[in-house]
């Protein structure tokens, strides 16, 4: 029998039962979202140089696949996060599951450019779901070991980066461009066979007032951990407790309960995007937009840096070599060595996520980013420019995977999912443009001014992230907001100055 008058709320439940076999299983097959969309980002690396030389592309029509797939998940990104705000987290599994495993599938069977490029936006579009996954996996892990396991939930990304690096080395020189698309979208028909055996988030069912459905999937978990759910009832939101029992100031920050058990049901897209804009989350909705614009520019720069640099010498300093060309080959081992760049990336953003906690983890990378960037505004070795960019990458990649954890974790339950793709999204768009420094800046021979301009955007979301006054490292993840624009100010002041 439940203790009288003792209630409690779904992050002590969490926290009670912790982490265990229950959340691993989630964590695979949220984790086995990240990879597919991984493989799927990296096949552009891949395939378009390919299909430019076989249908005899311009560059310009060539880029046009990249900058399709990136367009698709500026849409996919903003659009499954309401569906997943609306509807539930697994409704937004669909993109993935079903838009990109059919048309990735479909898009190896291209008769022409206009059906690959219509067939890769429409992978875009489902790809934009990924989001999703990482603010499932984060309504199941307790708070006081959130970071370390966010982090190690990114790493499947980098799983499925050196995964299609291996894949495309085994099978573009004895298949064809075909055969990589197809066999790369079997990941995501994996996530569509087994997308009825996934649980919703007790979170959001709790949010939309099915707290009896909350219960049963507390118990489930409860029972796979082989633990129990503490003693009392289960309440939406900390404003339900018991006269007296408050939580802490410094825990009531930005995306605190609102008073009652208000959901967001049947909250339209646009009240929901609108909400992202209203007094106590419009500062915050703008600097996330900053910092994960930057976070994206930044990355997919690096990466195409480590190309378009390594080949500098020949285009721009030695023209008598123009000519020559590595083969195929020596791409792919390039790109599976680089990527390997993320791994020391995660165990330093692992290292620091919960210690120095997520602004300053994201600080500190960021700017040791700009160390390793700053030698090449000048021309320098083969040996010494991969380095630096190896450095450049794994200390990019570390800031990106605490960003977009902090992106998850400062929104409420309410609009996480919407918050969090609309994020995303900027995200996107700063990949789309990145192309513009580290291909036609440095094709150019213009490697300082794209080095320049790439630490000017890393600088700008430093700046970003700092502003932001409020640290979620330990803290339980919140489901409406409920500061005043008084108490925001106040709150910002006392960071400020304490």
Sequence with gaps: MAEQGHVYTVDEALTHVGFGKYQCFVL???????????????????????????????????????????????????????????????????GEALVTAGAGLLSSFSPNYITLITLRCLVGVGLGSGHVFLSWFLEFVPPSNR????????????????????GA???????????????????????????????????????????????RALEKIAQVNKTKLPN??????????????????????????????????????????????????????????????????????????ISELSSLDTRCHSPSMFSHHPQDANLYI????TSLAEIPGLLLAAILVDTAGRKLSITIMFTLSCLFLLPLVTYQSNILTTGLLFGARMCVMGAFTVSLIYAAEIYPTSVRSTGAGAANAMGRIGGMVCPLVAVAL?????????????????????????????????????????????????????????
């Design 28 to 94: 695979a097959y949220a984790g086995l979202g990240w990879v597919a969309e991984a493989m799927e980002i990296m096949i552009l690396s891949f395939v378009g140089p390919t299909v430019k030389s076989e249908w005899n592309l311009s560059s310009t029509e060539e880029s046009l696949i990249t900058t399709a797939v990136f367009a698709g998940l500026v849409v996919g990104a903003y659009a499954w996060g309401l569906v997943a705000d609306n509807y539930g987290r697994r409704m937004g599994f669909l």
């Design 147 to 166: 970071g370390m396991w966010m982090v190690i939930f990114s790493s499947f990304w980098t799983i499925g980066s050196v995964s299609e690096a291996i």
């Design 169 to 215: 080395w085994i099978i573009m020189p004895r298949l064809d461009w075909r055969w990589l698309l197809g066999l790369s979208s079997i990941p995501s028909f994996i996530l569509l066979a087994f997308l009825g055996f996934q649980p919703e988030s007790p979170r959001y069912l709790c949010l939309k007032g099915r707290t009896a459905e909350a219960h």
């Design 232 to 305: 009392g009832k289960l309440v939406a939101h900390r404003s339900t407790l018991p006269t007296g029992e408050r939580a802490p100031p410094e825990l009531v920050h930005l995306l605190s309960s609102n008073g009652g058990n208000k959901t967001t049901e049947g909250k339209s897209g646009l009240s929901l995007f609108l909400m992202l804009f209203s007094s106590k989350l419009a500062r915050t909705t703008i600097l996330l937009w900053l910092l994960l614009f930057g976070n994206s520019f930044a990355y997919y720069a690096v990466v195409l840096l």
């Design 334 to 337: 390039d790109e599976f060595i």
């Design 442 to 498: 440095v094709a150019n021979c213009h490697q300082m001014t794209a080095v320049v301009l790439l630490v000017v955007v890393i600088v700008t979301s430093i700046l970003s992230v700092m502003l932001i006054p409020f640290e979620t490292k330990g803290q339980e993840l919140s489901d409406t907001s409920r500061l005043s624009s008084s108490q925001f100010l106040l709150k910002i002041s006392i960071n400020f100055d304490g």
